[in-house]
C-alpha cells in the first residue's frame, strides 16, 4: 500500500550511552565553527514518529503518503507486531541526510525528535497497562563528536525548552501509549500487512490519508465530541493525529478511548 525506496544506509558509529538522573548535568553546544560540524548529518539511521512525518510533510509541503513513498523505509518496530518507519539518507558520497545543505539543516524548525534531542537519547516506559510512563534519559557520545568539549551546560529540563521538545514530548508519549497497545496484537490471525494493520499504519503516518478517509467514513459523528475539539480535528493535523491514537484502540481493541454516539 505504501510503496518505500530501498536505501542501504551503512549502520552509523555506536556511541557511548550515559544515563542521567534528575538535576544532573551535561556540557554540549553545536555550531558552523566546531570542527565536526554536519557529521552527525551523514550515515545516520533515523527513526521517525508519527508527528515527525506530520512536521516534515508540512515543512516541504507534501502529501503524506509522497512523503513516506519519497524519503522513508520500513524498520523493524520496538515489537514483532508494527513496524517502525525510517528516513532514508541521500544516495550520495557519505549518505548526507536528504535535508542536509551547505549551509546546515534545510527542515531545522521540523526536524524530527532524534535530531531535535540529540546528543540526548530519550525513552520511555510503561509498567502495567494502566501505568503511566516513566521517561529517561541518556547522554549519547559519539567518537567524532566535538560538540562536548564545548562551553555550554544543561540540564535536560533545560535542554527540552531550548530545542522546542515539548510539543514533540507530549505527541511521542501518546505514541508510546499507542504501541504498547500495539504490542498486544490486536490484528492476531491477520498475519503482518493485513487490513486492519494497514488501517493503522495509515492513521499513524498517513495522515492526510487518515483525513481523508475519516471524512469519506463521517468518524467525527460517530463518536462524542464537543465543537471546539472538531472544529481543531477539521483544521489541525496534530489535533486529528492525536483522535486517530484515540480512535485505534477503540476500533481494534474495543477499548472504552471514545464515546460513541
Excluded at 19 to 47: M, Q, W
Excluded at 77 to 93: D, I, R, T, V, W
Excluded at 102 to 125: F, H, I, K, N
Excluded at 138 to 151: A, I, N, Q, S, T
Amino acid at each position: 500500500m505504501y510503496p518505500m525506496k530501498e536505501n542501504k544506509t551503512p549502520s552509523p558509529a555506536t556511541g557511548q550511552r550515559i544515563a542521567l538522573n534528575g538535576g544532573d548535568t551535561f556540557r554540549f553546544r553545536c555550531h558552523p565553527d566546531i570542527s565536526c560540524y554536519l557529521a552527525c548529518c551523514h550515515k545516520v539511521e533515523i527513526y521517525l514518529f508519527p508527528y515527525d512525518v506530520l512536521r516534515l510533510k508540512n515543512c516541504l509541503g507534501m502529501h503524506s503518503a509522497e512523503f513516506i513513498h519519497t524519503h522513508c523505509r520500513i524498520g523493524e518496530g520496538s515489537h514483532p507486531y508494527f513496524p517502525s518507519l525510517m528516513l532514508n539518507m541521500a544516495e550520495q558520497e557519505d549518505y548526507p541526510c536528504p535535508f542536509l545543505t551547505r549551509e546546515g539543516c534545510s527542515v531545522y524548525p521540523d526536524r524530527p525528535s532524534a535530531c531535535r534531542t540529540y546528543p540526548l537519547e530519550r525513552g520511555v516506559e510503561k509498567c502495567g497497562r494502566r501505568g503511566r510512563l516513566k521517561t529517561h534519559y541518556f547522554l549519547v557520545r559519539h567518537p567524532y563528536c566535538k560538540g562536548h568539549d564545548e562551553e555550554g551546560t544543561y540540564t535536560v529540563k533545560q535542554w527540552e525548552r531550548d530545542q522546542k521538545l515539548l510539543e514533540y514530548n507530549l505527541m511521542n508519549d501518546l505514541w508510546a501509549e499507542l504501541d504498547a497497545f500495539f504490542a498486544t496484537n490486536p490484528w492476531e490471525g491477520e498475519g503482518a500487512a493485513g487490513p486492519r494493520q494497514q488501517l493503522a499504519f495509515m492513521v499513524c503516518y498517513d495522515i492526510d490519508g487518515f483525513r481523508d478517509y475519516a471524512s469519506r467514513h463521517h468518524l467525527l459523528d460517530r463518536y462524542r465530541i464537543d465543537r471546539d475539539r472538531r472544529r481543531r480535528i477539521e483544521r489541525d493535523d496534530a489535533e486529528l493525529l492525536k483522535f486517530g491514537f484515540q480512535w485505534l484502540p477503540a476500533v481494534l481493541g474495543g477499548r472504552n478511548t471514545l464515546t460513541p454516539t
